[in-house]
DNA sequence: AAAGCCATGTAACCAGTTACATGATTCT
DNA sequence: AGAATCATGTAACTGGTTACATGGCTTT
């Protein structure tokens, strides 16, 4: 099987507590958001593999009402395999800020469109910044109820960190194109 | 043709100057390494695909010594083109950060490695604010030579402020965790 | 002599998204 | 009545990487 990182989460997650793709999907999505995101395209084939390599194993919750939910458990063999993984040293990160990409190149645009992806950028930051303080509020309480409540306070801590360092940037940025274009009007 | 920001890149950057595919893989590693990437897997086809839309024109240079090199310029039709995508909103930013992911599961691994992920991401940001710490100085006494450099100038200046940040995280989560690790130790 | 840069390019892969199909239940 | 949520899944596509091929020039 390919090395691909979407195993590494749905075996870290399976290796918390027992779920089905819905749920993996969902907690990626709400705690991990600032730095993975999963779609269920990746996930069900995913989930389908890991099983037959026998790293987990699925078990088929029948309800009465609603759908059925299909909820994997991690075997000995998974948890090896991630504990294999978690020990190698990280790739570097990747970031794709298609706005700085437009900044870049905003002699080749007017001001004040340049001020605009600025401001948009610092609202996405903005909103970030708020989610990840939320969820630091309700991890706080709860802290020593389970040991990897820790580790995910740490994630969100450096989420908070850089949306904050984010923020100011903007607007000094914002206060440095200002004076920059009230000075090229002048001459 | 797909709406895929490689062609904007490649027609922002024959919007300052006429370059070669190769030149474009070089000032893209250099001056926008921190927030973009580009292989000559997508450059040399993004290239042929806009000069069969006639976006941009090639010139070829013949050398007596070495390769030839393939020059591009930048037309009307491809100006207007970047300036569209210029005014359009930017799409929020996509980050990957893997050693955040091992993180998040450090409670499944040994504490000594989750320091050590740590440290290593901050060697990673220590690097970065070096290299947009000399590209700043480089940029600041030509700033006024071209009106592009302003910009560049803006994009450099959030790259410092994220590693910077990132620095500061990285030794606060460094002592978070040893004291953590301390106290179970007690326990 | 070896390493590295200049320079162009492609084929085969791997990674990830989107749109769709299905259908019941619960909330507004 | 309509929207949202629960729940699983696939096919087609877009995006991006890697390895390779070619070959001369320059630096160590």
Redesign the interface.
Known sequence: MKDN?TK??VL?LL??TPMSGYDIKKSVAT??S????LSYGQIYPTLKELEKNGQITKKVEIKEHGPNRIVYTITDKG?KE??T???K?????????????????????YPE??L??IQ??KA?NQKILQTMTLFEESLKPILNE???H???L??I??GK??S???I??AD??SK??QD?VGKEVKV
Not at 34 to 37: A, E, L, R
Not at 89 to 109: N, S
């Open positions: 990182n590494y989460v870290g290796g918390h705690r991990m600032y730095f993975w995101d948890l991630l504990q993984w978690l020990a040293p990280a790739k570097k990160e990747v970031h794709k800020y298609e706005f700085l990409l437009k900044l870049f190149f905003g002699d080749q645009a469109l340049n605009k992806h948009e950028f996405r389970s040991e990897g820790y580790y995910i740490l994630t801590l450096l960190s850089i904050q360092a984010s100011q940037w000094n940025a440095m194109l920059h």
